[in-house]
Every structure is written in C-alpha cells, then in structure tokens.
C-alpha cells in the first residue's frame, strides 16, 4: 500500500473533534493506525485519555533502546461545516489529494507511519527506538499530547520530537503561544428613553476596546527574529438585549498570541492593569480566567536535533533553514518538558481548515522520505 492510500483511507475516516458540530471522535482512525502497525509486526500500546479517545503510539526498536525519537500526528480534524466538497471523499485533482483533514494533519499522520516502515524494512535499523503518537483532541484543547508528555516527563531518553502540521516540508522551530480570555462588563438596565437611569454596558466596553486597540498598536515594538511580534484579536462581542433597553451586560473575546520569554499569567496581568487604569464610570469589569492558553516553541536553532534535520533537507535540495509559524500545535508541550521540538510536514496552512481542503501528493511522498531520513541520521 502506497502513503497516498493510507492518506485517502483515513480521509474517509470521520474524526472531527466532538467539540465541534457533526463531531464524532477519532476511535475509528485509532483502531485503522493500530491494524496498519499489527500487519507490519510493529508493537503498538494505546493510551487512555478520554472515554473512547485513546493515543495510538507504535513503537520501531533501535540500536540504543535507551533513548528515542517521538513522531506525533493528531488524528482529529475541524469541522466540515461550510465545505464545499465531499469531505470524506478523497480525491486527486491536479496532483492534489482532497479531503477533510488530508492537509490537517493526516498527510504528515500517512507519512509518518510509512516513514516507520520503510525503517523497518531497512537492513540497519535507526540509531535509537523511533515512536509514533498517533494523539487525540489537538484542535480542541490538545489533551492528548498533554497525556503523552506527562508519561514522558520521567523519561530523559527522548532525544527528539517531529510533530506534523502542514509547514511545506519547512522545518519549524518556533511558534506563538497563546491566550484566550473574556472580558465582561456589567452595567444596569433602564428604558431607553430614560438612559440617565441606566448603566450602559456597551459603552464602558467600548472604552476598552478603543484601550485595548491602543494598546495593540504597542505590541509592534516586539519582534522575534522568526516569528515577528505578538498578535491580538478581539475576535468576539455580545452585549444587550432590544433596542430600547440600556444594555446591563457586554463582552468581548480576545485571542492574544505570545513570543517566545512571555507567559499567559503575565499577559493576564497585563490586560487587568491595564482595564483597572481605565475611567468606567459605574460600570464594573470582570477578567474571566483563560479560555485556552498555550506556552510558545523555541528549539535551539544549533541543537543536534535541527542540525539533523538541516542536513536531511540540504541533501533533497529543500531549503534548510528554520522557520517560525504563528499558529499553535502539540510541538510547544514537548518543548515544555525540555524536549528540543521540531514541526513539519506536507502541505500549507492556508488550506488547513479551508472549504476546499487539499494536500500536495509529491509534498506527502517527499515528507516520508525526509521522516525516514531524519530518523536515521539524528544521533549523537
């Protein structure tokens, strides 16, 4: 069976995230990644994380059983809402593989797992033992990986971490962090023809929108040499009821993307020094706690690691050179735990997520080999 089957057989596979609309879970692609393993007579061990919802980890011995590699792909997806093609249909058009998740992240999934077997078929296996994670819930909250990492945590032979997500075949070493937050405001009702009687809630987080814009404007004093400066979004507003009501209650979503040296606790901090330093009348404010928060990536960029990597690239004449990407994965967990972390993989952000979701095939083949090879050449 080629990668690009594998790939079609696990696009065909629903397993969007059951947070999401038309949510199933990812049960089947699990129980299709173990079968793949068994039939190569590779040991594989699941792992618990939530009822239903296990990790997937396959496990090819090395020369050095002391130490390994992790290979991790999250084997959930978005939803398919919005799409505008079969998204459990797989299909090549134009060299492209079509489909709910073939992009995000089941091309760099397909390619790992052949990455594993081509190893296993060679006469010299790898320098250490090589792990596949096959994780759970990454476009929800990332429960999976934190599952995988707390069973590593007292394991200092892991050498090294590949996590796919569509980077074009670019080796990624750092990426934003992340937190999510809600502001409210609360003021009083009052008939609108009266609003000298009411506390207007909408207005007072006007004033904080109008401050937190200010305020963004700042963030573009910071920069990363690869990942620019911090980011912020207010992304949502909700607040009244009628027209004819002075609104008592207001709130807004923020998405606030961190660098590298920055924490959530301190961007909370932050957000709350500066809402208290703000004129709001009666109204009060509320910082509700965290939505989602995420810690950023960064990966020595001269660690054994990379430089494996580097070389794997030079040698298929790719460009070598680390890169930094905005968007948040499962790599940072590892980094957390002092594991150096690399993202990669075959295809482009812009189509994760996307109506018409699309992987390159070559990007797929190519990705497998670079797996293969990386694995191979990464030691001491």
Known sequence: MSVLETLADLIRIPSVNPNYDQGTNEAVVCDYVESFFCDWGIETVRQPVLPSRDNLIAKLPGRDSNRCIVLEAHMDTVSTVGMTIEPFEPTIRNGRMHGRGACDTKAGLAAMMHAIVQ??????????????????????????????????????????????????????????????????????S???????????????????????????????????????????NVGVIRGGVQINLVPSNCEI????????????????????????????????????????????????????????????????????????????SDASKFGQIGIPAMIFGPGSIDQAHSAEEWVPCDQVRTATEIIAQFCQTCSD
């Open 119 to 188: 190893l296993k078929r060679q006469a010299s296996p790898p320098p250490w033992d090589i792990w596949l994670a096959a994780t759970v819930d990454e476009e929800f909250s990332y429960r999976g990986v934190v599952e995988l990492c707390s069973s590593l945590k007292a394991d200092a032979a892991v050498v090294a971490a590949v996590v796919a997500e569509p980077t074009e075949l670019r080796m990624v070493t750092a990426s934003k962090g992340l937190v999510r937050f809600k502001v409210e405001t609360l003021g009083r």
């Open 190 to 232: 009052a008939h609108s023809a009266k609003p000298h009687l009411g506390i207007n809630a909408i207005e007072a987080m006007g004033r904080i929108i109008a401050a937190l814009e200010t305020d963004h404007r700042q963030l573009h004093q910071q920069k990363h040499p690869l990942l620019g400066p911090p980011t912020c």
């Open 253 to 328: 979503e923020v998405d606030r993307r961190l660098l590298p040296g920055e924490t959530p606790d301190d961007v909370l901090q932050h957000y709350q020094a500066l809402i208290e330093s703000l004129n709001l009348g009666q109204a009060e404010t509320v910082i509700h706690p965290p939505l989602l928060t995420d810690i950023p990536l960064e990966t020595e960029t001269n660690s054994p690691p990379v430089k494996a990597m580097q070389s794997v690239l030079q040698k298929l004449n790719l460009d070598p050179e680390p890169m930094g990407v905005p968007f948040c």
